[in-house]
Each structure stands twice: as C-alpha cells, then as structure tokens.
RNA sequence: GCCUCCAUCGUCUAGGGGCCUAGGACAUAGCCCUCUCACGGCUAAGACAGGGGUUCAAAUCCCCUUGGAGGUACCA
C-alpha cells in the first residue's frame, strides 16, 4: 500500500509558519516511502475564504518546494479537491450513516439542550450530549429525516474505550462516555469539519495523517466515524504545535500582529517591502508580511531551502548534532521516532543563522538573482541591471549576506552616493591627521596601476609606513570617505568595484564634509 | 469544572537504567584572527520543574504535586 499523506490548508490569503512545518512533515513522510502528498483546500467556511486567497498559499508552497501530487492546478483521480465542492458527498455519507443506524436526526432545540447542560453543570457533572431521538430505528429515522430535515448526528457507542495508537504521543485512550453525540450534517445540509475530514480522508485513500496535536481531542469522534463507516481509521501522528518565539502560547495567526515589533517594521521599510506612505499601524494590520508567514522571509531575501531545514530541524532531529543538512537527508531520515512530543518555540534568530549557512555556499548566480529584487524595490537599480557589476558586489560581500535583504546593509553605498554616518566621519574621517593623510594618499591612488586589490594594499601599507602612521587608522578613513560609513567589506574590494575615478570623486567629495 | 496531551540550558535539541561531574547548535560574554563588519577558531556562563517510590544504580520506569498547552461548538 503506497503512503498518502495530505495538507489540508484553508484559503486565507497567507501560509502560516505553523502550517508550512507540518505541510513539511506531511510531505517529507510521503517522499521517505516513495508515497503521494496531496493538498486539499478546506473552504468549506464561507465566510473566512476568499477565492481569491488560494493562490498565495500555493505561491508558498511553490517557493519552498513543497509539491503536491495532487489537488489544486493539477487535479487527481480523487478529485474534486475542494471541500466546497464536495458537498453531496458528504450528505450522502451522512445518510448512509442513517440508514445503517449509526446516526440519527437530532430534533432537540437549543434550548432543550441548554437546560440538560446547565442541569448537569449544577449537578457538578459535565454534560455529553444524547439526543433523544438517537432511539429511532433507521427506517424510522430516514424517514423522519425526509419529512422534516435536521442535524445529523453521530451514535456515539456507551461505555466503550477508543484507543488512537499515535505515532507521536502513544496510546490514547478515551471513554466514549465523555464523547458527545457529534452533529457531522448541520440542519442546511452542510458538513462539519470532523466528519468532512474522515469522508474526504476515505475517499482521498489517506493512509497517515499527520497534523497538529491541537487535533488530538478531534481524532476519538473521528475514529468512531471511521467505526460507523465501516472503513479501517488511518495511521495517525499528531506534531506538537510550533510555539511563539520564547514562550509557550501557540504561534497563532489572531495574534500575529504582536510580532510585528518596531524593528521588524524598520526592516519592512528597509526593504521597500510595503508602500512608503504607509503608517505602522498599516503595516501592523497587513497580514501576509508578517514573521509569522512564510512570505514574509521570502520577501526578506531567505533563500527556501534555509527555511525548510529550519522548519524541519523544528521538533524532529537527524541525531545529536546535526543542524544543516540537505533536504535528501530529510526525506532519507524522516520518521515519528525522532519527533518530539512537546512545542517547540520559533526561533527567527536559529532561523537567521541557518538561513546564513544556506547563503554561504548558494551558487553566485542565484545570489545574483535574489538580490536583484531588492535593489530595485530600493530604486538602488533599474529595470535591466548590470548583472557583471552587481556579481562583483555580492563577491565582495561574501558571507555577510546570511539574507538578500543584508545587501542594503552592506553594499547599498555601490549603488548611490555615499550617506554619510556623522558617528563614523567624526571618529575615523575627521581623526586627527587623517584628513591630510587622507589627501595625500589620494595622489597616491591617481597614479596607482593596476588598480586591484593587493596593489592597493601594498600602496596603502608603504604610505603608512613612511609617513609613520598606523595603517588601520588610513585605511578606516578611506573606507568612510568612500563608503560614508564604518562596515562593508574589505575597503580594497570596495575601490576596485568603484574604479579609480569613483574612488577619487568620491575621496574628493568628502573632504566637503563639515568638522562636528 | 471535565477530558486529552506535554515538561532537559533563554531557544532548538541529544538522552530511552550504569557510557551523564548531562553532549551538540542558536543566542549571550570574553579572547584570537583582522582595515571595519560578517565569517572562522578557542573559552566561559547556562538545564534534567518539585516530591515520593522501584532499583545495587534514574534525566531515563511508576505515582503524586505544580506548571503549561489543546479540547469541551450546528468553528476549522
């Protein structure tokens, strides 16, 4: 039997981070046994989706690699693979419930049902819902159901234990006498998720089901819907849930908005990610870039591959030390044994810094390719940028890129005119001497040939050495005079890059610059 | 309230009775490298929630307490 797995994610317009790693759990227990990982659009709440809102979802999945054999674009023997279409399945599901005598239509009002419960809770005792109708034969309940339309719900069975045998948590054990009757068919005729789920799990031949502990209490109802069904339940392992960044509350979309910190917002603005006119609060309330989606470290310029092994090092581990592994040794490893049971917390900064291991041996040409964006949404190039030149700045940055977005950091001074950092002007430009060290090293450089790095080097380290001053200090004055502040790479890479002529314009420009 | 699950450094984790005076990684601090920053190297600090058992031996097994999470819907 081939392992099918599946990712059942609403349509709301973003991927949440919670949501990618259990995709990529999903998907990497597909790939590990040579099995199908399909995606199925829960949009059977019409209210929280829009049509529209699919797309992005499927942009993420896309970026990060995760593929679907089938579902949304590309179909499948099993479709449709939107709930909302497959309504009449689940009414006739239901009624063969019915008929089979394992549901019955519950004609108790609300109210009925608010007095049993509050009558139960004065009693000190909780209240599990048993319709009175659940006695009907189901000839008499079929027929009933056609005369006067109601909920469906399911007979749950007395006194009996319902064992999940979880791959992640282990037994579960659950008396069904703290089960209530589930409604699987709402009165409209419409379906509930739990009953939904198992019909389309049934039908989409799902053989594990691997989703978030929060499903956990949803899996004994199912199973007995499984029961009623007469179809074997599914191997299920239920994923601890991906916690906030240092603290143990669920990363959840509603309070998405508490992540986006004063700095995050600096750097959505750094990096021209939202319209410049835009208030913070604005930028509070948008929803797609956001620290928690995953569209938010595309935009930032992490490369996928960075956020998947993070993603995946996140409750499931290879062994004792290994962090950075390629996505084979995930699928070739992959397995509930080594999933943890307890949250894990989101950590941006582990994420960060796997992200910079990515960058560090990402092929040039690639680097090329994710910093191109960001500079133009900077206005730092055009629209048919000199990719040779742009090479030679991403070289020169080196392993300071752990993000694309890091080039505004390091190399936007390549692209524009020095900004000059006061801080920086007045402690290595404006040092003393330097000024005029600083000047009559210039002459130096106009008749300096070749200008590359070790012959700048070596012009730099005799001048300083005859003119009895500390190399260090010329060389920082140089770096701000040409770059205007005090970090990027090394100051000859940046020379070369800016051409002789630059490089003294530039020199001459600052001496402009006012005393403090 | 009731039901279910969870509990090792700030964070991600290793650990499934003796290899543990608890290992690795991120973050933090210091030193080294160095033209700055980043990278790299070295070092430091930092955890078995508490209490009972079982055992010659417990981070590891059992129980209780505490803490946390999720559920308890004609939400998903």
């Not at 949009?43 to 699919?54: C, H, I, K, S, V």
């Not at 239509?105 to 004065?122: F, G, H, N, W």
């Not at 309940?141 to 282990?170: H, M």
């Amino acid at each position: 039997m081939t392992v099918r797995t599946r990712f059942a994610p609403s349509p709301t317009g973003y991927l949440h981070i919670g949501g990618v790693r259990t995709a990529l759990f999903n998907w990497l227990y597909a790939k590990k046994h040579g099995g199908q990982f399909i995606l199925r659009i829960d949009d059977t709440d019409a209210e929280r989706n829009r049509p529209e809102a699919l797309q992005p979802i499927l942009d993420g999945f896309q970026w990060l690699g995760i593929t679907w054999d089938e579902g949304p674009g590309i179909g499948g023997p099993h479709g449709p693979y939107f709930q909302a279409e497959r309504g009449n399945l689940y009414r006739d599901a239901a009624m063969k419930l019915l008929e089979s005598g394992h549901a019955y239509p519950c004609y108790m009002t609300k109210d009925e049902i608010d007095v049993l419960r509050k009558q139960a809770e004065s009693a000190k005792q909780s209240y599990v819902h048993r319709g009175k109708d659940r006695t009907l034969s189901p000839v008499d309940a079929v027929r009933l159901f056609k005369e006067k339309p109601a909920s469906i719900r399911l007979k749950v069975p007395e006194n009996r234990t319902v064992v999940i045998d979880d791959q992640i948590s282990g037994k579960v054990e659950v008396q069904t006498n703290t089960i209530n009757d589930p409604v699987i068919l709402r009165s409209d005729g419409s379906a509930l998720y739990n009953f939904a789920t198992v019909v389309d799990d049934i039908a989409l031949k799902i053989t594990h089901i691997i989703r978030a502990k929060e499903h956990l209490s949803n899996t004994p109802p199912q199973v007995l819907i499984y029961e009623a069904m007469g179809v074997p339940p599914p191997v299920f392992a239920h994923v601890p849930v991906v916690n906030a960044p240092n603290s143990n509350k669920k990363l959840s979309k509603r309070d998405a908005h508490k992540f986006v910190t004063p700095e995050v917002i600096a750097l959505l603005r750094a990096v021209h990610a939202v319209p410049a006119d835009w208030t913070d609060e604005q930028i509070k309330k948008n929803e797609t870039l956001n620290p928690v989606m995953v569209e938010f470290y595309r935009v930032m310029g992490y490369l996928p591959e960075g956020l998947i092994n993070y993603l995946g090092r996140l409750g499931w581990s290879l062994d004792d030390k290994t962090e950075i592994m390629p996505l084979e040794t995930m699928i070739a490893n992959f397995g509930f044994d080594r999933v943890n049971q307890s949250p894990a917390s989101f950590d941006p900064q582990k994420l960060l810094w796997v992200a910079g291991e990515y960058a560090k041996s990402a092929p040039l040409e690639r680097k090329i390719d994710g910093v191109i964006p960001i500079l133009q949404r900077a206005g730092l190039v055009g629209a048919t940028p000199d990719r040779d030149r742009i090479a030679k700045v991403v070289t020169a940055c080196g392993d300071r890129l752990k993000i694309f977005a890091d080039v505004l950091n390091y190399a936007a001074f390549f692209f524009r005119d020095p900004q000059y950092d006061p801080k920086a002007v007045k402690q290595r430009l404006h040092k003393d001497g330097m000024p005029e060290a600083l000047r009559e090293f210039a002459e130096v450089l106009k008749s300096t040939e070749p200008f590359d790095v070790p012959t700048l080097e070596a012009k730099l380290h005799a001048f300083s050495e005859a003119k009895q001053i500390k190399g260090g200090d010329l060389n920082h004055a140089l770096r701000v005079a040409s770059t205007g502040v005090m970090v990027g790479p090394g100051v000859f890479e940046c020379l070369v890059i800016f051409g002789k002529k630059e490089t003294l314009r530039r020199i001459e420009a600052a001496f402009t610059l006012p005393h403090a």
